[in-house]
């Protein structure tokens, strides 16, 4: 008999968790003297009360949701990939290769190949940790990390060594073409008179996420792999007795999970900043983890707690501006989330599941 | 000569960087010789790194900083045994989230006490800890080779430095002669058995990992009052992280964590000295510098040379038969 009923594991687990977050996080704005209602008021009309807030809201949610789907993929094979941001940063550099050295005639088949690029580039990164959980039983989580760092040491190299142009002072790559710069929301949904999204950063790339959500969704629940996949991760000793080789889909899972999160440099490398800079990834890679945590690694999940993420940054980023609140609020917030609907998922579901049993107790 | 004594200096700084590589990397042989995974040495550092350096500001005696630090990371260590221990949750998520945690709230705080864009102001006078000087530091400085490798590469250090150098043959002492690190390292591998012998589970592993938070808290305390003059943002600049290369570099065995954060100290002074190293037309970038302790761990976790293996119930949250 489950202990519970499904709505209460999907929806409520995480309601309270998050619940619990925002309380400790209100906490936290009333300790350092500041007002939290009209924080979360700031915070509100920043990045949804104008087209220019949820232009932001929406570029930094489609990171995301390419690093939350990256996580969740991997986490339905329990394998915790916590190396998106070296996956992210190495499919920047695929993204740079296909902008910069081959010329393309319109953008949108440069986008294809970039796509391409940045997930060859995020997949190959995720390969080694990947063969080597599989192949040789190190610990995934302790070789992602370490490929975090080289992966930030190589591309410390490449911008300052080689991919620079000459004269140039600070490490990054040229400018991309005008050919392969993608179009923003502010160029499709503006009219003459009415101009939206203004100098916002989101673009085409948003629907490639939504895109990505759907795909993964038919993936993991529609697939013959999607099935292999799950079981593997429920049982280890049962997916073996079925046929189901590990090593394989270890090694498939970290393909897709690292190819997911190299296909972010498309939105933030080819769509933002339109070259290749030091620090690209500002972290989104890490917070895939509590998107992923969040979203119960379930697509749907992930696309809401990726919006309500890109809400956190770019309200965080106006309350910076407008109070002495600084940014690294929202990276509070972020540990509460992941430490909540993570760490101590069992301190919220252990008294509801007696709750609910002595209710069950109860009706009968 | 003039290649010695860079030589000197070179070595010099590898002790000082090396130390708190080598307190963070103590603190996770602790913790995960008990079977707690441990990946939040970084937070905890950070956190101690701050706070010993506010407090040693405000009251200008680095003492005090000292015991802020630790019970700073010592809150961090409760939270991840409250996750990973009471509640059974993931260790390596916690770790995660503490790390966020400490990242985000020092700048929070600082920036609240102090008005000074994330950082603490300068420490000086008391509230800093000052080098020790060997007797006849002074006087025997002018013998050559004994002279500075006395009074240069031993001599002048902080106390926290000795301290640190101290802890390896009483980690070892601890761990293998007494019957608390017996307990300890057991329940590691085979907490069961652990529990059959009437021992507690619970309370041998949050001791554990109230000693890693007393380590990572001098090792922050170093970083923030001996190594620099105060906290600046993200100061920690992922030494938690070399660390646990280190910890999985040693397999998990005290004396060998010292030869590892000695290493990666000495990596990291020559990266500090200089920038390309040129080798007869081979110019080695000081990036692959950065990233040779990293790559050296994951040679060593693939098992080619030498295979590491973690103690053995790592990670796995313990539940009692009923």
Redesign the interface.
Known sequence: MEKMPKWADVVLIPLISLILAAILSAL?IL???ENPIEAVKLMVTGALGSTYGWGYTLYYATNFMFTGLAVAVAFHARL?N?GGEGQAMLGGLGVAMVCLYIPWPHWSIALLAACAGSMLFGAAWAA?PAY?QAK????I???T???N??AA??L??VL??LMRPPGAQDPSSASFPEAVHLPTFQSMFSTAENVVFKGTPVNITFFIAVLACFVVWALIWRTRLGYEIRSYGKTETGAVYAGISPVRITIIAMLISGALAGLMAINNVMGEAERLVLNATEGAG?IG?AVA?MGRSHPFGVFLAAILFGFLYQGGAELAFWT???R?????????V??FT??????VR?PLEKLFLSLRKGAQ | MEFFITFIQVLDSTIRLATPLLLACLAGLYSERAGIFD?GLEGKMLMAAFFSAAVAAVTGSVWLGLLAGIASSLVLSG?HG???IT????????G??????A???T???A??WF?QG?RTPSLFGGGRFTPINFPFAESLSGVPIIGPIYSELLSGHSILVYVAFLMVPATWWILYRTRFGLRLRAVGENPAAVDTAGVSVVGLRYAAVAICGVLCGIAGAYLATALQAGFVKDMTA?RG?IA??AL?FAKWRPWHAMGACLLFGLLQAIALRFQNIDLGGVVI?V??M??LP??L??VI???FVGKAV?PRAGGEPYVKER
Request: aromatic share 10%.
């Open positions: 936290v300790a350092i003297g915790f916590i080694i080597l040789r039983g190190s610990h989580v302790i070789t990390i370490m490929f760092f080289i040491a190589f410390n190299y300052v060594n890490f983890i945590l002495s609140i600084p690294e609020l929202i990276v509070v917030i972020q540990a509460l992941i430490l993570g760490a101590l998922d069992n301190m252990m | 990946i939270l409250l996750a990973s509640f059974r949750g993931n260790q390596l998520i916690s995660v989230a503490i790390n966020f945690l990242a985000g709230m700048v929070l705080v920036q609240s008005e994330g992922g992280f646990l290369a999985i970038p990036q692959a950065d990233a990293y790559v761990t994951v976790l693939a098992g973690p």
